[in-house]
Every structure is written in C-alpha cells, then in structure tokens.
C-alpha cells in the first residue's frame, strides 16, 4: 500500500473534521457530563460511603466507552457527506490508493478521539475519581487505540453500505450505545443473566473497558476476571488486547476492501 499521500489526506479531514471548536467540543457533552455529574451521582445512591470513589471511578471510566464509538462513528458521518457532496469522487480518480484514503481518515479520527479521551480522564479526575500510573499503563493506551481504529472501521463500512446519512444515523444508536449496556458499565458483567454475560464476553467493547480499568485504576484486574476466570492478570489483559485487536484487523481489512471496490465501481 502506497503511503506517500497519507499526510495530505490525514491534514484534509482533520482539517474537514474540525472546522469549528463546536465540532470538537459537542461529541464530549455527554461522555463528560456522564462522568461528572452521573457518575457522583450514582456513587452517592448505590454505594455505601466507603466505596463511593471506587464506585465512581469504575463509572466514569466507562464513559471512555461511550465516547469513543460516538466520536469515532459520527466521523463516519463525513464519509457519507464527502461522497455525496465533496471531492471523494476526485480522490478515486486520484492516484492514490483507496487503502490510503481510509487510513488518512482513520489517523484524524482516532486524533480526536485520543485528545477527547484525555480531557475525559482529566474531568473525571478533577471531579474525584482514583487513577494510578505505572507499569500498567500501557494497557490503557494500547486498548484506547486500538478500540478507537476498530470503532472507525466500522464506521468506514457503514459509510460505505449505507445510503444515506439518515440510514447511517439510525445504525449509531446500535453499534455504539446498546453495547454499552451489556458491557460492565454501570455495573459487572457477572450481575447480567447466564446468556448475556456470554454475550458480553463476546463483545470487543467490554475487553476494551477491562484493559482501560486494568491501566488506570487499582482494582482493574476484577473486570479481567470476569471475563476470563484466571490468576494470572498479565494473561488476561494480552488476551483481551489480543480480542481487541482481532476485530480491529478484521474491520480495517473489510473497511479497506470495499473503498477498493468502490474506487472501481
């Protein structure tokens, strides 16, 4: 894959993608209040007051798994756009290899996205939650990028499949939110009936979540076990940044194939 012209095209939607600070600004509303002001929130009525922190902090890191499908998945809103109205189709006639296009994307995308995290995290941290930093830190910079390339693949195959930028907002809810419900949120996977919590399992959303805790927090290694039933915590977390990073190749590959085949349609 040729990736002389990744640069440019990584600087044209960057630049597309953040022509205002609105745009930048809106997509961490929700996630921060979320973090801020819900999570306290709950802490205070379903934890007792020893572990009202504790409690807050597994909440607002879970909004990290909110925020990043959302913001990932609503760039795919500007694939639609450039399609339909931008120079997309001056871009295929370019030469420059479709895989190019997708990946110059992707890297704005997941720009974003690793800016937002951080102010999320900051937030969080201002209004109380625990985070630690050492050795297992990696865990959480390793599953952040690699959920947010996985989320933007996905959302580079519903911009591709999709007719409409009303199709493709009613197929956000699904992907990026009922997810998120089934996950270890607001609560432990093992608190969800026998089948769903095999469901989760399956989920890369809830081996995401397990890795942030494990890097950013002192009692990550409960969500690992959850899902795997092991001692050994270093097992767990590479084998669900392993999970993670299946479904990101898997996505990347799909996502880059039918750019290919819409280059020569």
């Known amino acids: 894959m040729a990736l002389s012209a990744v640069p440019a095209l990584y600087q044209r939607r960057l630049t597309l993608t953040v022509r205002t600070p609105r745009e930048l600004i809106v997509p961490l509303v929700t996630p921060v209040l979320f973090a801020v002001i819900i999570a306290p929130a709950l802490a205070s009525i379903i934890a007792t007051p020893g572990a009202r922190t504790a409690y807050m902090t ?125 996950a270890g949120t607001l609560y432990p996977i093992t608190a969800l009936p026998h089948w769903l919590t095999d469901v989760a399992r399956a989920l890369p959303l809830t081996h995401a979540l397990a890795l942030l805790r494990y890097g950013l927090t002192s009692d990550g290694t409960a969500a690992l076990t959850n899902i795997w039933g092991m001692k050994n915590a270093a097992a767990m ?14 996505a990347t590959v799909a996502a880059m194939r039918i750019a290919a085949k819409r280059g020569v349609q």
């Open 237 to 250: 977390a590479a084998l669900s940044l392993a999970v993670v990073c299946c479904y990101a190749v898997a």
């Open 58 to 182: 597994f909440v607002a890191l879970a909004t990290a798994g909110l925020l990043i499908p959302l913001n990932t998945l609503f760039s795919g809103i500007g694939v639609i756009v450039d399609r339909q109205q931008g120079a997309q189709r001056e871009l295929l006639v370019a030469p420059v290899s479709r895989a190019s296009i997708v990946t110059g994307n992707m890297l704005a995308a997941v720009s974003i996205t690793a800016l937002q995290v951080a102010v999320l995290v900051a937030c969080a941290a201002l209004r109380g939650a625990t985070f630690v930093s050492g050795r297992h830190l990696v865990w959480f910079f390793a599953a952040a990028l690699v959920f947010s390339v996985l989320m933007y693949a996905v959302a580079e195959l519903l911009a591709n499949r999709l007719p409409s930028p009303e199709a493709y907002i009613g197929a956000v809810p699904a992907v990026a939110i009922v997810p998120w419900f089934l």
